[in-house]
Every structure is written in C-alpha cells, then in structure tokens.
Nanobody, 128 residues
Framework: QVQLVESGGGLVQAGGSLRLSCAAS????????MGWFRQAPGKEREFVAA????????YYRDSVKGRFTISRDNAKNTVYLQMNSLKPEDTAVYYC?????????????????????WGQGTQVTVSS
C-alpha cells in the first residue's frame, strides 16, 4: 500500500506561482512512477504531468508545457509540481498519483486507470 499526501495549494493571482508537494510512504519511492492530475468543478480529472522513478523521463499536457515543472527527490520520498505563470483555467483540485508499474509514452502516463494510488488532493485557485 502507498500513502500519498499533497500540500502547497492555495489562492494566487494570475501570473503567480505555487509549488505543490506530494509525500509518499509505504513503498520504495524510487520504484514509483508518479503523476499529477487535476479536476475542475464539473469536469473530468485530467493529466497534468508525470515523472519516472529515476526522474529521467517527464511528461506534460500541452497546456502546461513551459509553465509547470515536475521533479522528485527520492531521498525525501517527495514529488513536486512547480507551477509558474498560473492562469485562471489552472484552477482545480490537484491530485498526486503513484503506480508501481513503469510507463512509457504520453498516452499511457496520462490515463487515470494506470495509477493505483491517489492522494486526497489540494485546492489551487487562480484569480484573474
């Protein structure tokens, strides 16, 4: 079993920045493929970014490329999502996800069903 706890959400003005953190426990962290997803009110949960266990491979949805950066510190069992140049359309609950299976390719890493473990979410609100 893997436990995930997100933190770092909040209210920020458009153009501002936030850094989300997700602390994992229960398994060897470097064996976990990690992802960030988000869900806005009335919408389906969507992929934001993902990172391989060793950190060598990262993936992003097109709308956040160049603004968001996913990273991980395996010594601290933590994955991060640095969000810059935030826009009102980034407003959502952000979820951390983990899976023990290796993944390759944007299509595969972006599917919610390919992750077995989920955090409780953290709210990000971007005001215009």
């Amino acid at each position: 079993q893997v436990q995930l706890v997100e933190s770092g959400g909040g209210l920020v003005q458009a153009g501002g920045s936030l850094r989300l953190s997700c602390a994992a426990s229960g398994r060897t962290f470097s064996n976990l493929f990690m992802g960030w997803f988000r869900q806005a009110p009335g919408k389906e949960r969507e992929f934001v970014a993902a990172i391989s266990g060793g950190g060598s491979r990262t993936y992003y949805r097109d709308s956040v490329k160049g603004r968001f950066t996913i990273s991980r510190d395996n010594a601290k069992n933590t994955v991060y999502l640095q969000m810059n140049s935030l826009k009102p359309e980034d407003t959502a609950v952000y979820y951390c996800a983990a899976d023990l299976r290796a993944k390759y390719g944007l299509v595969v890493v972006s599917l919610t069903e390919n992750y077995d473990y989920w955090g409780q979410g953290t709210q990000v609100t971007v005001s215009s």
